[in-house]
């Protein structure tokens, strides 16, 4: 049975995920990926929903978040059997492991291929891959450091001493 403690651990990953994934998104977005998804022939209109198609987009951007919530539901309950390790470890420690840990899962190693993760390496085109490999890898970065962050740092409270 989940105890409050089990819930709270929980709803840190789903806010940790989700937030993290909005801020990293958007600031790769403006700053480095925008090509990829916008103007004359963007890299992954090939095979995503982008801004250059209104009805593809705007089921995207419906459910973008709530698709957000599910996943990182998903992690976090994935994550709950660590729940006793990770609450034993420093921050640094949990802070290096969830960072990894969701770099790696989340995107680097992940089953679906991408143009910036392994699986993408062996089955996209080349011309996918030299694109977006590199800049792509900013934006996966953050995220995991984002996330690995606020996570280790929220996921389990703190006695307060007077």
């Known amino acids: 049975m989940f105890s409050k403690n089990h819930i709270r651990f929980v709803l840190v990953i789903i806010l940790a995920h989700t ?14 990926t925008k090509p990829f998804w916008e103007g004359q022939n963007p890299l992954l209109s090939a095979y995503l929903r982008t801004p250059g198609n209104e009805e ?15 996943r990182s539901l998903l992690l976090g309950l994935a994550l709950l059997p660590l729940f006793e390790t990770l609450k034993e470890w420093s ?12 770099f790696v899962f989340t995107h680097f190693a992940a089953a679906v291929p991408s143009p910036a993760n392994l699986e993408g390496l ?33 996921l389990f409270q703190t006695s307060s001493k007077s």
Do not use: D
């Open 122 to 154: 062996v089955y996209m085109k080349p011309e996918f891959v030299k694109l977006g490999f590199f800049q792509m890898q900013i934006e996966m970065i953050l995220y995991s450091l984002i996330t690995g962050l606020i996570a280790a740092k929220y």
């Open 91 to 102: 921050f640094t420690k949990r802070f290096s492991f969830l960072s990894i840990l969701f």
């Open 19 to 32: 937030l993290s994934y909005l801020i990293a998104g958007g600031f790769s977005y403006q700053l480095i």
């Open 56 to 70: 593809l987009w705007k089921f995207a951007m419906t459910w973008q978040i709530p698709a957000q919530i599910l």
